[in-house]
């Protein structure tokens, strides 16, 4: 399995991006789909996440500010960000679970600032 994200870039703070990344290879039916980050000098978390049935989990202080969607027929995943923060500045990377195994796309910059 490969995962290609795309999007990312600099945005002021009260601005939106949005990431898409795209699956490929084995996939199996049943799998989730999503966004982790990783702030310099922090672990990485998970921002949100969506099952191929369409249940959605967000981090905290994502919640109200960030989507999460998948397009199942075509193995895509997009996470559409509004009102972005200084806080949100991370890497994000596109992540795909299934079974046993966890797999994980190339990581994206966003960075807020003014």
């Known amino acids: 399995v490969q995962l290609q994200a795309s999007g990312g870039g600099l945005v002021q703070p009260g601005g939106s991006l949005r990431l898409s990344c795209a699956a490929s290879?084995?996939?199996?039916?049943?799998?989730?789909m999503g966004w982790y980050r990783q702030a310099p000098g922090k672990q990485r978390e998970l921002v949100a996440d969506?099952?191929?049935?369409?249940?959605?989990n967000y981090e905290d202080s994502v919640k109200g500010r960030f989507t999460i969607s998948r397009d199942n027929a075509r193995n895509t995943v997009s996470l559409q960000m509004n009102s972005l923060k200084p806080e949100d500045t991370a890497v994000y990377y596109c992540?795909?679970?299934?079974?046993?195994?966890?797999?994980w796309g190339q990581g994206t910059q966003v960075t807020v600032s003014s």
């Open positions: 290879g084995s996939i199996s039916s049943g799998n989730t």
């Open positions: 969506i099952t191929s049935g369409g249940n959605t």
């Open positions: 992540n795909l679970e299934q079974t046993i195994w966890s797999y």
